[in-house]
């Protein structure tokens, strides 16, 4: 298997012609496309700036043209799609159109397409003439022409705003190969969880930011409102089996019962043995519903959807956003803590479910039913408090120019928040660095992790990055908030220099936010503050804020310059 990698790439290398097969590294072009696929899989789950970070590190990491083309342009899609970064994806588009002509006829097509849904018809028109003028018998040319007659019939006669866009379907691209090394997660498989212990809370803080001026609270506004959505959550993909129980429940126009067993057929699912006739199973009852499937055991509001998909079992949880925070608050916070915390909380959790539904309409589900999301572990999480927290915010949203925003949390910032373009490399203006003093008080606020040289070079080597005989580790580049985003690593090797979290932090399975790093011999310490990417709201941080400080406040100090509207 690994020769057909190699082979696969050196043919890559041979058709896009430059670099010369002794200069290029198959471990580090097996790394990239590791990259590309473990970004496949941060969209599956909703991880958006995560996605756009690997796209970042196969980019920076390949040799080869076309590899580095397949990242551009998946990258400009993650954009577009999922990130509301339109301006941003175009220049990618343009790009690529300019300097790769790999992709360059797909980036020029994808330009125009995306200047024609945005109602710019003035520079559609002009991509879609470049396009002709450069592929006149291109695989994209149908749909360019029909594109090219709307865009002159909305010139001609409607204003934007009354012309009807019908999509036009773009050709299904063949896959390509992509290894991936040792014992890694591929595209759809999610990596294998690290447990670690979290940091003791420390008696003196390492780092005292200065006290930021207070923040105004956030003041809800009244927007349009809507009726309460309906969210899609994904249960289980694959199981082998899936277990309901309750108290009548009920699917199509078969009658009830208190249980029901679900297993994948050819291309439908069987119940209780038996293949259906329909494609997808809704269940439904009055009363909740009990589900058993992939080692998950949860009592789950709504109704339950079982299909199958891509050969395999895929299970849904039908419920209303309300409902869905229910659960998701006292999952993913302390039902001890302050009722403001749980209020901003409940509003931050809204706001992503939000998000997610409104970019995810053309999947399958909105949501995962875990941390790859949110954290969703059924009515047997519920609190009294964590429920009037849900209830006395019901549906209020962050929002910025009529958008939800993607309100983005991590356990604790480490008493500095992190810049979302420091970080992720693309700029969102409520995601900015600023100082959270509340956060150094609370749990997870410090770390510290120390190995030797030879198993930092071992750690790099399983994901592919050659590092032999380290001489020195040390910054590269750092954030406004202090974090260590990228990082230098000389050794026999060369001198190179590695995005910190997907590398360095990966391979030594670091707590990410990472401030310093000493060499003591033979050995490296690497200290951190906090724990998770450090991007928006502090969970710790709220947690000692809400002691005096009403939830509006704390969003209003973790996503500044937001409105908070109260959208049903």
């Known amino acids: 298997m690994k020769s057909l990698m190699v082979a696969c790439l050196f043919l890559a290398l041979m058709v896009s012609g430059t670099p010369s097969a002794q200069e290029i590294d198959i471990e580090q072009e097996q790394l990239a496309r590791w990259h590309i696929n473990y970004a496949s899989y941060l969209i599956d789950v909703g991880k958006y700036l995560e996605a756009l970070e690997n796209y970042h590190t196969a980019i920076e990491v390949t040799a080869l043209r076309k590899t580095k083309t397949d990242a551009m342009l998946a990258k400009a899609t993650l954009l577009s799609s999922f990130?509301?970064?339109?301006?941003?994806?175009?220049?990618?588009?343009?790009?690529?159109?300019?300097?790769?002509?790999?992709?360059?006829?797909?980036?020029?097509?994808?330009?125009?397409?995306?200047?024609?849904?945005?109602?710019?018809?003035?520079?559609?028109?002009?991509?879609f003439k470049s396009y002709n003028a450069r592929y006149p018998a291109g695989r994209f040319q149908f749909q360019a022409e029909v594109l090219m007659e709307k865009v002159k019939d909305a010139l001609a006669k409607a204003p934007p705003s009354q012309i009807a866009m019908v999509p036009v379907p773009e050709p299904a691209a063949k896959p390509i190969p992509q290894p991936e090394p040792a014992a890694e997660p591929g595209p759809g498989q999610k990596p294998a969880v690290v447990k670690t212990t979290p940091?003791?809370?420390?008696?003196?803080?390492?780092?005292?930011?200065?006290?930021?001026?207070?923040?105004?609270?956030?003041?809800?506004?009244?927007?349009?409102?809507?009726?309460?959505?309906?969210?899609?959550?994904?249960?289980?993909?694959?199981?082998?089996?899936?277990?309901?129980?309750?108290?009548?429940?009920?699917?199509?126009?078969?009658?009830?019962?208190?249980s029901f067993t679900v297993t994948p057929g050819n291309d439908r699912v069987r119940i209780n043995g038996r293949q259906t006739e329909k494609g997808t199973v809704i269940f439904r009852s009055e009363k909740p519903i009990s589900i058993s499937c992939d080692g998950k055991k949860k009592k789950l509001r709504g109704r339950i959807s079982a299909s199958m998909r891509e050969g395999k079992l895929l299970v849904i949880n039908l419920v209303e956003m309300e409902e869905y925070l229910l659960s998701v608050v006292p999952s993913e916070s302390y039902a001890s803590w302050p009722l403001d915390t749980l209020k901003a909380q409940a509003v931050a959790a809204r706001t992503y479910a939000y998000y997610q539904k409104l970019h995810r309409e053309n999947l399958s589900?909105?949501?995962?039913?875990?941390?790859?999301?949110?954290?969703?572990?059924?009515?047997?999480?519920?609190?009294?408090?964590?429920?009037?927290?849900?209830?006395?915010?019901?549906?209020?949203?962050?929002?910025?120019?009529?958008?939800?925003?993607?309100?983005?949390?991590s356990a604790n910032s480490g008493?500095?928040?992190?810049?979302?373009?420091?970080?992720?490399?693309?700029?969102?203006?409520?995601?900015?660095?600023?100082?959270?003093?509340?956060?150094?008080?609370?749990?997870?606020?410090?770390?510290?992790?120390?190995?030797?040289?030879?198993?930092?070079?071992?750690?790099?080597?399983?994901?592919?990055?050659?590092?032999?005989?380290?001489?020195?580790?040390?910054?590269?580049?750092?954030?406004?908030?202090?974090?260590?985003?990228k990082v230098r690593i000389r050794s026999r090797d060369g001198d190179k220099v590695f995005r910190t979290r997907t590398t360095l932090g990966r391979a030594l399975k670091l707590p990410e936010i990472l401030v310093d790093i000493r060499r003591n011999g033979d050995r490296y310490e690497f200290d951190g503050r906090g724990w998770g990417h450090g991007v928006g709201y502090s969970q710790w941080g709220s947690a000692i804020m809400g002691k005096d400080t009403s939830y509006r406040e704390i969003l209003a100090f973790y996503y500044p310059g937001v409105a908070l509207e109260k959208r049903w």
């Open 83 to 127: 990130l509301d970064a339109d301006e941003e994806a175009l220049k990618v588009y343009q790009e690529v159109g300019r300097n790769f002509p790999e992709g360059a006829e797909i980036a020029i097509y994808r330009e125009g397409l995306l200047l024609f849904e945005l109602n710019r018809f003035e520079e559609a028109a002009e991509a």
């Open 199 to 258: 940091a003791p809370e420390p008696s003196k803080p390492v780092v005292t930011p200065p006290t930021p001026a207070p923040t105004p609270a956030v003041k809800p506004v009244s927007g349009q409102k809507v009726p309460i959505p309906e969210l899609r959550v994904r249960i289980s993909r694959g199981a082998s089996e899936l277990i309901l129980s309750g108290k009548d429940i009920c699917y199509g126009q078969s009658g009830c019962r208190d």
């Open 415 to 485: 008493g500095y928040t992190a810049d979302a373009k420091a970080v992720f490399n693309l700029n969102k203006s409520y995601l900015t660095a600023r100082p959270d003093p509340e956060s150094l008080k609370g749990k997870m606020a410090t770390w510290k992790k120390e190995f030797s040289t030879k198993d930092i070079e071992a750690a790099l080597a399983r994901i592919g990055i050659k590092a032999r005989g380290i001489s020195r580790i040390e910054a590269a580049e750092k954030g406004p908030s202090g974090r260590i985003v």
């Open 365 to 409: 589900y909105d949501l995962v039913d875990d941390e790859g999301d949110q954290a969703y572990k059924g009515m047997e999480r519920e609190t009294t408090r964590s429920t009037k927290a849900v209830m006395e915010s019901s549906g209020e949203v962050l929002m910025e120019q009529q958008r939800p925003i993607l309100a983005m949390f």
